[in-house]
């Protein structure tokens, strides 16, 4: 007789695991299948999904060492600490980068053991509908039955056509971070946060690095000042960022690889590397779920069709995370999946697509929740903005930190915050402020009436709240 399960998940990345431990906690018999597209030692379900092991947690790892190298060498002999010429051993600290991995990947099963979550092995599949209202699904060479199925299988990175990704000359998100040696000339293809991170990590590390990117406008998702800020920075750091540019022919030689391409103005030019990073997007896992053989409804894009509370148009199906619409963010995936579990047992379940930070963990880092400056325009709505530089503030100079400003952007009418967006040092947790801000419906003027800590960071977005209503106290 077939395993029967009350929730079955079908993938255990971010959206996934997350899901699945939250519907067991709210009663359901739970279980979670696993491919393992990861090469695991033992062989066994790599849990974690892109998230864990080849994207946000390992590259956050290598950009911490790059972050600590510059630092020993750029910037600690100004404050008074001599440790002569740092050397980086690169195998050690992909080593490290490992170790991280596996700890947090193995901490998923611990929590599946904690909170009663089956763990199967194997690429799921629908097979057709149960008697019963349920569905059958294939897991590796065993056909399980649930009556409720979340699809969180999450995605891939986007190939160019002629461009073959072998992840040792010509790389993706999954070789960019097991590169053995730092490049003397590393490129990468795509300025978006991938690129961008990639592109910080190796460049710290000492390779000559340039990155070709498609859209005329650098960084264009984020707010317009923040994109002249990154840039203005970046390549003052050294990245050589070129935008509209159109890639021509790419060829991999012996040792590195070609890349022609025309720029902005229309010109061909040749750029050869040691190795090059294709960064051009993600594309959601829909591959071998029959989505057809079902009737499962993709969109034109290939992503699982779904409302707004994630139900796809079959009875008992849902899907979360990278293989729907939205922003492709873990974060994303995991309110999605506590979402559904919590619509599943009867509960109001609900993820607020507009609170949804994003975060670029460069040097600064940025980080930004709600509209764009841009957006409002085009928009037509009148709005307020308070601008406050990291050099007016204390604990940033303290840091040696003081690039980058808080802005924040408020209703012209009503005061509630419709935006905040940081460049700076640890940009990347102060935008929690905003997001709990704009959870509440808050106005500019309540974060400007909340005490702050001093000397903080967090005192830039207090001072940019002030500066909505023109009245900051220390700029």
Not at 444 to 461: G, K, N
Request: net charge neutral.
């Amino acid at each position: 007789m077939s395993k029967q399960f009350d929730v079955l998940v079908i993938g255990g990345g971010p959206g996934g695991y997350v899901a699945a431990i939250r519907a067991a906690q709210l009663g359901f018999a739970t279980a979670c299948c696993e491919s393992n597209p990861y090469a695991d030692p033992k062989g066994e379900p790599r849990l974690g999904g892109t998230c864990l092991n080849v994207g946000c947690i390992p590259s956050k790892a290598l950009l911490h060492t790059s972050h600590l190298f510059e630092e020993a060498g750029h910037t600690f002999a100004a404050q008074g600490i001599q440790v002569g010429t740092p050397k980086i051993d690169v195998s050690k600290m992909i080593g490290r980068k490992s170790t991280i991995v596996n700890q947090l990947t193995s901490g998923i099963k611990g929590l599946f053991k904690k909170n009663k979550v089956s763990l199967l092995n194997g690429h799921g599949s629908f097979v057709g509908a149960t008697a019963n209202g349920g569905w059958q699904v294939k897991v590796g060479d065993e056909v399980v039955e649930a009556k409720q199925v979340i699809i969180a299988t999450g995605s891939k990175a986007r190939h160019l056509p002629n461009i073959p990704v072998d992840n040792k000359i010509v790389c993706d998100n999954v070789g960019a971070l097991d590169i053995d040696a730092v490049p003397k000339k590393l490129a990468i293809i795509g300025a978006g946060v991938i690129g961008l991170e990639m592109g910080s990590v190796w460049r710290r590390l000492g390779a000559e690095v340039t990155i070709l990117e498609a859209m005329p406008d650098f960084l264009s998702v984020a707010d317009v000042d923040v994109a002249k800020e990154a840039a203005k920075l970046f390549t003052k750091q050294g990245l050589n960022i070129q935008t509209g540019v159109k890639i021509g022919e790419v060829k991999v030689l012996k040792k590195g690889v070609s890349i022609a391409y025309a720029d902005k103005d229309g010109k061909e030019q040749k750029l050869d590397a040691d190795r090059l990073i294709v960064s051009v997007g993600r594309i959601p896992n829909t591959d071998g779920l029959h989505a057809e053989a079902v009737g499962l409804q993709l969109t034109e894009r290939g992503q699982v069709n779904v409302d707004g509370h994630c139900r796809t148009n079959l009875p008992g199906v849902w899907a979360v995370g990278d293989v729907v619409s939205g922003p492709m963010l873990a974060h994303k995936a995991m309110e999605e999946g506590v979402m559904v579990a919590e619509l599943m047992a009867g509960q109001a379940g609900h993820c607020n697509f507009d609170t949804i930070p994003w975060v670029i963990y460069t040097s600064p880092e940025i980080a930004w929740v709600g509209k764009t400056e841009q957006q409002l325009k085009a928009d037509g709505i009148a709005y307020k903005a308070g601008k406050i530089p990291f050099m007016a503030n204390g604990r940033a100079l303290g840091m040696d930190a003081p690039a980058g400003f808080v802005k924040m952007l408020a209703c012209a009418e009503t005061d509630r915050i419709l935006g905040v967006h940081i460049i700076g040092a640890n940009a990347s947790e102060l935008i929690s402020e905003g997001v709990v801000a704009m959870e509440f419906g808050a106005a500019s003027e309540d974060l400007a009436r909340i005490c702050h800590a001093h000397p903080t960071l967090s005192e830039a977005v207090h001072e940019a709240a002030l500066a909505c209503d023109k009245r900051p106290l220390h700029f």
